[in-house]
C-alpha cells in the first residue's frame, strides 16, 4: 500500500463531497515457464536483407498488431537489435504478418506467432512453426524476458537462425534472458497477450485453432501528453466526478511540476476512469488512483506512461483540502496514487 507520508503536494481543492470506498480483490498471475529448446526442429529459409532503417527512425516507431482477440502495440529495441528491429519493420511494412497467426502458446507463458504458413489453412500442424526463420543473425543482449518482451524465435541449437516468427512474454521468463534476441516491449494490450495465452491447446502447445492476425502495421509512437507543456500552460482545473459527488482541484505546477505534468498525463489519457477511492482514515486522509481497483484490474493504454517521480517537496502544509501523490518509503516513489487531506496533518510537512 502507497503511504502518505512524505507526499508531494501538487494542488488544492476547491471544492470537496463524500466519497465511496470501494474494495475490490485482484488474482495474481500464475507464473509459467518456458522451454523453446524443446520445439521440433524449423525449417530455414533463405535471408533476405533488410531495408535501412535507422536506429533514430526505428526509435520513433512501434508494431500495431491487430488479432482475433484484441489489438496489441509494441516499441522496439532498436538500439540493443538493430537487425531485427530492421527486418520486423521491413516485413509489416510489406503486409507479411496480415492472415498469418498465433499458433503456439503456454498458458501465461508465451505466445508465438508470424509464421507465414499458417496463412494456408491447408499447412498441416506438425510445419506449423518452421516458416521464415534462418534469416536473421542472433543479437543476444541484457535485455530482460520480462512480461511483454517481444523476442525472436530461433531453430534449437543452431546460431543466427532467427526470422519472421517472434514470441511475447506473458509472464517473466528469466530463464531466456541472453538466449534469445529480444527486440521489443509491449506498450498496450498485455491483456491481450494474456488471452491469447490461454487459448486451448494439444500437448505440444499448439493452439487448437490459430489466433489470426489480420494485420501488423507500423506507426509512429502516440505522443506523451503534456511531455513539453510549458509550466504555465499546467495551471489548470481538473474535475473529478465520484459515485458522491464531484471535487474540483487546481493545478498549480509552481509547487511540483513533474508531478502535475504527471498527473495531467494520466487525466486526459482517462488512466484514472473508473479507479476508486480505495482508502478512508476519518479526519486523515482519502486516497485512490490506483490501477488494481479497476474492475478486473484491467490494464490501461496510458500504462506505458506511468513511471517513477522524483521527489519535488515544497514547504507547503499539508491542511485540509490539499492534494498529494502518494509514495513509499522511497522519496521517489510516486507513481499514479494520490491522497486528498481531510484534515491538518503537520506530520507530512517537508
Given amino acids: 500500500m502507497s503511504k502518505p507520508e512524505g507526499a508531494c503536494s501538487m494542488s488544492s481543492i476547491?471544492?470537496?463531497s463524500r466519497l465511496y470506498v470501494f474494495l475490490f480483490i485482484s488474482l495474481a498471475l500464475c507464473d509459467k515457464s518456458l522451454s523453446l529448446a524443446q520445439q521440433k526442429k524449423r525449417d530455414a529459409q533463405p535471408?533476405?536483407?533488410?531495408?535501412?532503417?535507422?536506429?533514430?527512425?526505428?526509435?520513433?516507431?512501434?508494431?500495431?498488431?491487430?488479432?482475433?482477440?484484441?489489438?496489441?502495440?509494441?516499441?522496439?529495441?532498436?538500439?540493443?537489435?538493430?537487425?531485427?528491429?530492421?527486418?520486423?519493420?521491413?516485413?509489416?511494412?510489406?503486409g507479411f504478418y496480415d492472415g498469418s497467426a498465433f499458433h503456439r502458446v503456454i498458458p501465461r507463458g508465451i505466445i508465438q506467432g508470424g509464421d507465414p504458413l499458417?496463412?494456408?489453412?491447408?499447412?498441416?500442424?506438425?510445419?506449423?512453426?518452421t516458416g521464415a526463420l534462418g534469416q536473421v543473425g542472433d543479437e543476444f543482449t541484457d535485455i530482460k524476458h520480462v512480461r511483454g518482451t517481444v523476442s525472436a524465435v530461433r531453430i534449437p541449437g543452431q546460431a543466427n537462425s532467427g526470422g519472421a516468427?517472434?514470441?511475447?512474454?506473458?509472464?517473466?521468463?528469466?530463464q531466456l534472458d541472453g538466449q534469445f534476441s529480444a527486440f521489443g516491449l509491449v506498450t498496450e494490450g498485455l491483456e491481450v497477450v494474456d488471452k491469447i495465452s490461454l487459448a486451448q491447446s494439444d500437448g505440444s502447445q499448439l493452439t487448437v485453432a490459430p489466433v489470426r492476425i489480420a494485420s501488423?502495421?507500423?506507426?509512429?509512437?502516440?505522443?506523451?501528453?503534456?511531455?513539453?507543456?510549458?509550466?504555465?500552460?499546467?495551471?489548470?482545473?481538473?474535475?473529478?466526478?465520484?459515485?458522491?459527488?464531484?471535487?474540483t482541484v487546481t493545478m498549480e505546477p509552481e509547487l511540483a511540476l513533474e508531478h502535475v505534468r504527471n498527473?495531467?498525463?494520466?487525466?486526459?489519457?482517462?488512466?484514472?476512469?473508473?479507479?476508486?477511492?480505495?482508502r478512508l482514515i476519518p479526519g486523515f486522509v482519502v486516497q485512490g488512483g490506483v490501477g488494481a481497483t479497476?474492475?478486473?484490474?484491467?490494464?490501461?493504454?496510458?500504462?506505458?506512461?506511468?513511471?517513477?517521480?522524483?521527489?519535488?517537496?515544497?514547504?507547503?502544509?499539508h491542511t485540509r483540502g490539499v492534494l498529494s501523490m502518494a509514495r513509499g518509503d522511497d522519496e521517489d516513489s510516486a507513481q499514479t496514487s494520490f491522497f486528498i487531506v481531510l484534515g491538518p496533518a503537520p506530520h507530512l510537512d517537508r
Fill in 14 to 16: 476547491n471544492r470537496a
Fill in 47 to 94: 535471408v533476405r536483407p533488410a531495408a535501412s532503417i535507422s536506429v533514430e527512425e526505428a526509435a520513433g516507431l512501434e508494431a500495431a498488431i491487430t488479432t482475433d482477440l484484441g489489438v496489441i502495440r509494441f516499441e522496439f529495441y532498436a538500439d540493443k537489435a538493430p537487425q531485427h528491429t530492421q527486418h520486423f519493420i521491413r516485413l509489416a511494412r510489406e
Fill in 118 to 129: 499458417l496463412k494456408d489453412a491447408g499447412t498441416p500442424r506438425e510445419r506449423w512453426g
Fill in 165 to 174: 516468427q517472434f514470441f511475447i512474454c506473458a509472464t517473466p521468463q528469466p
Fill in 216 to 247: 501488423i502495421k507500423v506507426e509512429p509512437k502516440k505522443a506523451e501528453p503534456f511531455k513539453d507543456t510549458p509550466s504555465d500552460q499546467l495551471r489548470r482545473d481538473v474535475l473529478l466526478r465520484t459515485s458522491h459527488g464531484e471535487i
Fill in 263 to 278: 498527473f495531467l498525463r494520466l487525466v486526459e489519457t482517462g488512466w484514472y476512469n473508473r479507479t476508486a477511492f480505495h
Fill in 294 to 317: 479497476r474492475a478486473g484490474n484491467a490494464t490501461h493504454p496510458a500504462d506505458r506512461w506511468v513511471r517513477r517521480l522524483k521527489g519535488e517537496f515544497s514547504q507547503t502544509l
